[in-house]
Nanobody
């Protein structure tokens, strides 16, 4: 059984939108910072966005600002990544990750800081 479950990936035309969701099925996300990463074929894993435990602070990597937004709802134990204006170079497997922390204000951008990962969801953008 997967613990972190991502959903919402798929095939979309350039310029389209997708919303990815990440739900923790075995634990509360309340005390966990959360993040999104992606990995395209032949490329290294890349940081996309992150949000603090309470959602008070969040960050989207500079190259994706204005198109991607990250949010969370701890009552629903879920984090989302809204992606607008998708481009073919956004094609990748998108992963969510969480990190247990008592730090309620910070987000984390490096993959090795995270404790648990989802299985990934494929996003394919056609030109």
């Amino acid at each position: 059984q997967e613990e972190l479950v991502e959903s919402g990936g798929g095939l979309v035309q350039a310029g389209g939108s997708l919303t990815l969701a990440c739900t923790d099925t075995v634990d509360t996300m309340t005390n966990s910072a959360a993040g999104w990463f992606r990995q395209a074929p032949g490329r290294e894993r890349e940081f996309v966005a992150a949000v603090s435990t309470t959602g008070e602070t969040k960050y989207v990597t500079d190259s994706l600002k204005g198109r991607f937004t990250v949010s969370r709802d701890n009552d629903k134990n879920t984090m989302w990544l809204r992606m607008n204006g998708l481009r073919p170079d956004d094609t990748a497997v998108y992963y969510c990750a969480i990190k247990k922390t008592h730090d309620s204000r910070n987000w984390f951008a490096t993959w090795y800081e995270y404790d648990r990962w989802g299985q990934g969801t494929q996003v394919t953008v056609s030109s």
